[in-house]
């Protein structure tokens, strides 16, 4: 990734790995805003975001089938989930021209702390789609690129280590049959009778 060396750099990705991205602003994260969506989707995904017009993003994936886009509502932009962690990573407009905007969510910063800036909470549902449009053509990230890196180093699934002894999950089959109440009295007759009472042999 290319970066201008009077910008300042900050870098970020999913929780995998497979999704990576730099942002090269004109001002420090701490300096940038922060914004909470309030639409069911972002809260759901508790996303804080932020952007600015001046900056330029890169988004680089280990690979194409590795990365979602989903859209919702206006259907005016990508959100960028990975597929192998689930992380929402960003969200990419294609504007007029081909010029791509994009936000990105803090959350997934390698140093998330640094956005120290209190967040605003946004409700857009007003919005007419013009309106959504012109917005973010003023606010989100000026300059986008994507592209492909097959040497990005995705994590592996690795399975948690316990010192407990582990078996074999089995077959509901092989589980034995709950007895039946009458099966249950039956039984319980029997154990009651083989209990000595303290009698004489």
């Given amino acids: 990734m290319n970066t201008p060396e009077t910008s300042t750099r900050i870098d970020g990705g999913c929780h995998c790995g497979a999704i990576r991205w730099r942002l090269a602003a004109p001002v420090g994260a701490e ?3 922060v914004r909470v969506c309030q639409c069911d989707f972002c809260l759901k995904h508790g996303a804080r975001y932020t952007s600015d017009p001046r900056a330029r993003l890169e988004l680089q994936a280990a690979a194409d089938d590795l990365v979602q886009r ?6 005016t932009a990508d959100f960028v989930i990975c597929r192998k962690c689930g992380t929402l990573t960003a969200a990419v407009m294609d504007g007029s021209g081909n010029a791509r905007r994009a936000v990105l969510n803090v959350n997934t910063a390698d140093q998330p ?16 789609q013009e309106e959504r449009l012109a917005r973010r053509g003023g606010n989100w990230v000026g300059q986008v690129i994507w592209t492909r890196n097959p040497r990005i180093k995705v994590a592996r699934r690795r399975e948690p280590q316990s010192p407990l002894k582990t078996t074999r999950p089995r077959s509901l089959q092989s ?15 029997v154990k009651r009778s083989s209990v000595w009472t303290g009698g004489s042999k």
């Fill in 31 to 33: 300096s940038l805003p």
């Fill in 70 to 75: 989903y859209r919702f509502g206006h259907g």
């Fill in 113 to 128: 702390k640094t956005f120290s800036a209190s967040p605003h909470a946004m409700d857009f549902d007003s919005e007419s």
């Fill in 175 to 189: 589980y034995p049959a709950i007895p039946s109440s009458s099966a249950r009295k039956a039984s319980l007759r």
